[in-house]
T-cell receptor, first 110, second 114 residues
């Protein structure tokens, strides 16, 4: 199996920190990436993890634990513009496939 | 912005008619993908291509076919459209086809089958 599981919705307050989790099935795992999609827009790449640990890119960080088949996206100092859907993605049974989770809708409140 | 264009952007078609969506890129990327996006299902891979004339099925390929006769164009065809194929379709391109490489998405095609 290659599916990825994410919470459907998360709500947080402006200025806060939020974590969006992603669990995956281990067969043919090639790494985990994260994408952001605003309503009506196209997905855009945020980050990637091949190895265990934390990758930081500005206010966004992504973490991977291969032993736990688990990763998360951490958004700090939340801003209203961070309200969007966030998708984790993985390589498929051949590394050329790019398989996405069902997405987490983040709502940032004032 | 990556040069990737989808056409048409919007289409309404009748059940049973054939429909072709086009994805055109100017980046010379080897890998191209077609996804559909429906509420609650995220992005589901329909078909992908790893080179000219080289394609393979994704998660939800039934009812869809693809062709890639040139590096820059990847066509998605619905042979006989059904209402269940009403969706937003996204094309994506990738230089290496691996998950660690950024995939660039087109702006999407909203298809309605009535």
């Amino acid at each position: 199996g290659q599916s990825l599981e994410q919470p459907s919705e998360v709500t947080a307050v402006e200025g806060a920190i939020v974590q969006i989790n992603c669990t995956y099935q281990t067969s043919g795992f090639y790494g985990l990436s994260w994408y952001q999609q605003h309503d009506g827009g196209a997905p855009t790449f945020l980050s990637y993890n091949a190895l265990d640990g934390l990758e930081e890119t500005g206010r966004f960080s992504s973490f991977l634990s291969r032993s736990d088949s688990y990763g998360y996206l951490l958004l700090q100092e939340l801003q209203m513009k961070d309200s969007a859907s966030y998708f984790c993605a993985r390589g498929g049974d051949s590394s050329y496939k790019l398989i996405f989770g069902s997405g987490t809708r983040l709502l940032v409140r004032p | 912005d990556a040069g990737i264009t989808q056409s048409p952007r919007h289409k309404v078609t009748e059940t049973g008619t054939p429909v072709t969506l086009r994805c055109h890129q100017t980046e010379n990327h080897r890998y191209m993908y077609w996804y559909r996006q429906d509420p609650g299902h995220g992005l589901r891979l329909i078909h992908y291509s790893y080179g000219v004339k080289d394609t393979d099925k994704g998660e939800v390929s039934d009812g869809y076919s693809v062709s890639r006769s040139k590096t820059e164009d990847f066509l998605l065809t619905l042979e006989s459209a059904t209402s269940s194929q009403t969706s937003v379709y996204f094309c994506a391109i990738s230089e290496s086809g691996t998950v660690n490489t950024e995939a660039f998405f087109g702006q999407g095609t909203r298809l309605t089958v009535v």
